[in-house]
């Protein structure tokens, strides 16, 4: 998808297959706000648009051994980042669903660590709903008492990170940090946990 109009095609036809905006907008890799107005909008409307970007990595998720390649990468990037702040390896590697999980699960065989898989807050999202929380899929690893990495893919405001934080600190994990392949927001903390990401990007607003 390169244009305006095919993210509106593709949104609207997640919608009719009964996807929430907030599933949307994890499937399209964009905000929820931007997930919504893909939905609520006409083409005509294009330049009220909320200002983002899409990232599009098909040829990482669609190729297993690429997608090795970048999860290894995202180790090396998360053990630099551990040693760093002095801190202990993870005995769990939470990948956020869906799309975190084929790295969270190749990261966590590449550290000898389990694997737990956090179905986020924003996948139950729908404007004008009371939001409902998120959870630890329970057919994977316990994460009470325990060091837990959070990873995910692509991280657009870094809610969906601080969602996960809160839920695994209520269920008793020690949080330590959180990696993803792409940064939206220009991320080097969340909750006073650090955050490192393989490629950030941005949008330059002022040249002046």
Request: glycine content about 8%; hydrophobic content about 40%.
């Amino acid at each position: 998808m390169r244009n305006i109009s095919e993210l509106m095609k593709r949104a609207r036809e997640l919608k009719e297959r009964g996807l929430t905006t907030g599933e949307i907008a994890d499937e399209l890799n964009v905000s929820r706000e931007t997930a919504l107005w893909l939905v609520t909008h006409t083409e005509e409307e294009r330049r009220t648009a909320p200002r983002d970007i899409y990232v599009d990595w098909r040829n990482i998720g669609s190729n297993p051994l690429i997608l090795r390649h970048i999860s290894s990468a995202m180790t090396e990037l998360l053990l630099g980042m551990l040693k760093e702040h002095e801190l202990p390896e993870p005995e769990v590697v939470a990948g956020i669903a869906v799309s975190g999980i084929p790295i969270a699960t190749a990261i966590a065989e590449e550290l000898g660590a389990e694997l737990c898989i956090i179905r986020p807050k924003k996948h139950m999202w729908e404007p004008q709903k009371e939001a409902k929380q998120g959870f630890v899929l329970s057919n994977f690893a316990e994460v009470r008492g325990k060091r837990v990495v959070v990873v995910d893919d692509i991280a657009t405001t870094g809610t969906t990170l601080e969602d996960a934080m809160v839920l695994l600190s209520q269920k008793g994990a020690k949080p330590l940090g959180a990696v993803v392949m792409v940064d939206k927001k220009g991320l080097s903390s969340v909750r006073g946990k650090p955050v490192r990401a393989l490629i950030s990007v941005g949008i330059i607003r002022d040249l002046g």
